[in-house]
């Protein structure tokens, strides 16, 4: 066989290399050399696509209006924008331990239950420890087949001889293509390893899942060196410490970003929560200062979640300041505006904040809840139960209007909330949601009047 030629690339600049460098001598980059193939050769199955390339006007241009397999996992369809799309690489990021197996090995299962073949590649674990894990989650199925391999060729002949409706590589880290040095998990294996993938996928119309493990120090390359190439990016999140987890979608080219999936780990593998709002304000406590439920908008979907807030005199010379589930530096923002717009002094106090339940919550539109959590706690004044804040807060301290007030306001409404605080420039397209007192408000100030 001949062997190809391989060079080092800057990932930062591109200077080429015929070694491994610890330091790019051009840009004086660290650590940024990967390997990667030249192909002078017709080697490799990037010529395996051909591409006609000629223009063509846009209105000639037929749209194949990709048949869309369903899971049957409705909170994976929504994720992706309405099930799978023929041809499509997604790939699934995730700290190790968090489930990504199972919830591929159910979807799989699934998927063979409805007639179709699918193809699990597995580099991680052997064919007995899947079938232990099927076992478990209860997935027998003559159409769903286990391959256990990590050869990047002997994975792309075994998918051309199988021909599956959907494959899974789990995970993309421990693919390795015999023409290049690197080890497995390096920047240049992973990434020549999905390219031909999803090449792959795309020339046979079959969509691939590819696995990817999230490292905190990041020594192995991580999924983010692949999300350009993908069409999806969906993420796990909420620690291994929690019962639920969240697939979220970061990128989808066939679907709306942002739209989250909750699943609860069981015995039986990854149990999907329809209805997640009741799920995260379940263990709520009633009647106490600190805490506060803000309708948030995740995707499409509007999601109450409960954020709460402990905030007590310090012993530091500098005061901590803890924020989990919202940005840390909107929080200082939020703490700076209270102290010198509405008088509560709190520079002299510890502050966390906590949304609870693990979730993540990042848009603007929750700024009023964590500044009417925080007012509670440091005034020692619990909010009403059944009342929802939510806006966004400038620096002088005036509510500025978000997104998709009514969705968010009538998910509160279905749930037994009667009250709403809300940006005076939002109440307007709120008159028709039935059983519910709106309280229009521009400032901070208005805020507190009315919450205590
Ligand atoms: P796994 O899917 O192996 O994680 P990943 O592929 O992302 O590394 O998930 C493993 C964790 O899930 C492990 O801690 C055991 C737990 N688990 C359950 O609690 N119930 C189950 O039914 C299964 C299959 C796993
Ligand atoms: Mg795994």
Redesign the pocket.
């Known amino acids: 066989m001949k062997k190809n030629k391989t060079s080092f690339f800057c990932q930062h600049c591109g200077y080429m290399s015929p070694k491994w460098l610890g330091k790019c001598p051009s840009c004086n980059g660290w650590n940024c050399f990967a390997e990667e193939l030249i192909s002078d050769t017709d080697s490799g199955s990037r010529t395996e696509m051909k591409f006609d390339g000629k223009p063509l006007p846009i209105e000639d241009i037929s749209v194949e209006e990709g048949k869309r397999t369903i899971t049957g996992i409705a909170e994976i369809d929504r994720v992706l924008g309405g099930g799978i799309v023929g041809g499509s690489a997604i790939l699934i990021g ?1 700290e ?7 919830l591929m090995l159910q979807m799989m299962h699934n998927l063979a239950e409805q007639g179709l073949k699918v193809l699990y590649v597995s580099g991680e674990e052997s064919a007995s420890q899947i079938k232990m ?1 099927s076992g ?2 209860g997935a027998a199925s003559k159409d769903l087949l286990v391959l256990v391999e990590i050869s990047l060729e002997k994975i792309l002949e075994q998918i051309k001889a199988v021909s599956p409706a959907i494959v899974v590589i789990d995970s993309i880290q421990t693919v390795y293509s015999g023409e290049l040095m690197s080890a497995p998990g390096s920047v240049g294996q992973v990434r020549e390893a999905s390219s031909r993938l999803i090449l792959f996928s795309k020339k046979y119309g079959i969509p691939v899942f590819l696995v990817g493990h999230v490292t905190k120090d990041g020594s192995i390359a991580g999924p983010k060196v692949l999300e350009h190439m993908v069409d999806t990016v969906l993420y796990f999140e909420g620690g ?1 410490a929690h019962a639920y987890r969240i697939i979220r979608s970061i990128k989808n080219r066939f679907g709306p970003t942002n739209e989250i999936g909750v699943f609860e ?5 990854l149990k999907e929560v329809p209805n997640p709002s009741t799920f995260f304000l379940a263990e709520r406590p009633q009647n106490v200062a600190g805490s506060v439920v803000v309708p948030s908008l995740e995707g499409t979907r509007p999601i109450l979640v409960e954020i709460q807030a402990l905030v007590s005199a310090t012993n530091l010379g500098m005061p901590r300041r803890t924020a989990i589930g919202v940005d840390h530096n909107r929080v200082s923002l939020l703490v700076a505006v209270l102290d010198k717009i509405c008088g509560l002094h709190l520079s002299g106090s510890d502050i966390f904040i906590n949304v609870a339940g693990g979730v993540r919550v990042e848009e603007p539109a929750v700024d009023l809840g964590v500044v009417a959590a925080m007012a509670s706690s440091f005034l020692d004044k619990p909010i009403d139960a059944r009342t929802v804040v939510l806006g966004e807060v400038g620096l002088a301290g005036e509510v500025r209007a978000i997104s998709q007030m009514d969705v968010r306001i009538r998910e509160a409404a279905r749930l037994g909330f009667n009250r709403c605080l809300v940006p005076r420039t939002n109440a307007a397209s709120l008159e028709k949601v039935a059983k519910m007192e709106v309280c229009k408000i521009v400032s901070l100030k208005e805020l507190l009047e009315n919450l205590f």
Request: no cysteine; aromatic share 0%.
């Open positions: 995730g190790p331990g968090i489930g990504k197996s199972t894990r478990r989650i291994s780990m069981q015995d039986k593998g």
